[in-house]
């Protein structure tokens, strides 16, 4: 299996996933244009589309693929989302022949209240949820859902591939180094993704273990992010209230 980041609009990624049959399905499509090239410089045919929430940079491209290509497009239920033809909701299982990849659907309620995951073959397709080193902006759900979802995607195996929706990862580098300036992994991290950024290259996916010891909005519960939480905000014992210090600072944070 193949898996590549289409850069799409501003700073997007519609996730192509292809065999070496020539099989492939996108996840986002914020655009058409972007995936019909990529189609057809790869000499694909496309057979499904995954969507994860309902915002425009994300399904803005469905219409247009759907125009030329007869392919059922999976999405949580939401009337916002018209083109759905196959609902999905926590807990099913998403099994395609060709490619062929079984994807679990988590339900992780928080940017929007209908989000949705993919997690399978050693991937987590989770679009404005978890990016890399940061999360997404609380649009419609409560910091109390957005840390439950994120708990819930923690829980999957180190080695996956965090495939998030947008290429935000300097920026969120900067907010996380305020949290935590002696975290060594998030230092290491951090000249890696200047590294690749100065090459034009994506930062994702990254192992949910790198995220695990980087990203601030997993780490509610060291103690090092628990001490900021208390120095900056004054809030310590309850984890939630943690979590929503930090989102609430990376809100208004100018770095
Ligand atoms: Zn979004
Ligand atoms: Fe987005």
């Known amino acids: 299996m193949h898996l590549v980041p289409l ?51 994300h399904i803005g491209g469905v219409a247009g ?3 030329r290509h007869a392919v059922p497009v999976y999405a949580p239920v939401d009337e916002r989302i018209v083109e759905t033809t196959m609902p999905v909701h926590d807990g099913d299982a998403i099994k395609l022949a060709a490619p062929d990849i079984r994807l679990e659907v988590i339900a992780i309620p928080g940017h929007t209240l209908s989000h949705v995951a993919y997690a399978g073959g050693g991937l987590l397709l989770c679009g404005d949820t978890l990016f890399s ?16 979802s994120l708990d ?23 907010f996380a180094r305020t949290v935590e300036p002696d975290n060594a992994a998030l230092q290491a991290r951090l000249k890696e993704v200047a590294e690749l950024r100065a090459h034009g290259r994506p930062t994702l ?42 989102r609430g600072a990376k809100d208004v944070f100018r770095g």
């Open 152 to 174: 819930r995607l923690a829980t999957l195996p180190k080695q996956t591939m965090v495939c998030g929706g947008h290429e935000y990862t300097a920026a969120n580098g900067r």
């Open 133 to 148: 080193l940061g999360c997404g902006r609380l649009f419609e759900g409560t910091p109390a859902q957005m840390l439950a």
């Open 7 to 57: 850069p799409a609009l501003t700073d997007n990624y519609i996730w192509l996933l292809h065999d070496d049959e020539g099989n492939a399905i996108v996840v986002d499509p914020g655009e058409t244009a972007v995936v019909e090239q990529a189609l057809a410089v790869r000499k694909l045919q496309l057979r499904a589309i995954l969507l994860t929430h309902h915002h425009p940079d």
């Open 205 to 246: 996916p990254v192992s949910l273990g790198s995220e695990l010891a980087c990203n601030p909005f997993l780490r509610v519960d060291s103690a090092e992010v628990a001490d900021w939480c208390q120095r900056q905000h004054g809030v310590g014992r309850n984890r939630v209230a943690r979590f929503a210090a930090l």
């Open 65 to 67: 693929l759907l125009a």
